[in-house]
């Protein structure tokens, strides 16, 4: 059974900085895609950056320049770096992992970690 667990989620100030984790387990193949979303209180949940193996990145208009996504050692690993964060970056954010295998394709959430942008 595939497992997505997120990680580095807590409180900071505006300005500061946080690195997100996501490690998964149980695959049996590289995932095509891992991405990061973030659901903010009240609001629906929104795409912020993924990551196409082996190197392509995209972000939302509202991060692009103040976080990096990246894939680790172990492929189907990735991280988010977060710097200066704003209040409105305050969410839930979670990891998702799309891939395929054969003629079937695969898509896992992880269950979310909190990050929390003072002002």
């Known amino acids: 059974q595939v497992q997505l667990e997120e990680s580095g989620g807590g409180l900071v100030t505006t300005g500061g900085s946080l690195r997100l984790s996501c490690v998964t387990s149980?695959?049996?193949?590289?995932?095509?895609?891992m991405n990061w979303y973030r659901q903010a209180p009240g609001k629906e949940r929104e795409f912020v950056a993924r990551?196409?193996?082996?190197?392509?990145?995209e972000y939302s208009d509202s991060v692009k320049g103040r976080f990096t996504i990246s894939r680790g050692n172990a492929k189907n690993t990735v991280h988010l770096q977060m710097n200066s964060l704003k209040p409105e970056d305050t969410g839930v954010y979670y990891c998702?992992?799309?891939?395929?295998?054969?003629?079937?394709?695969?898509?896992?959430w992880g269950q979310g970690t909190q990050v929390t942008v003072s002002a």
């Open positions: 990551s196409t193996w082996p190197s392509l990145t």
């Open positions: 998702n992992a799309r891939g395929t295998l054969g003629s079937r394709s695969y898509e896992y």
């Open positions: 149980g695959s049996r193949f590289v995932f095509n895609d």
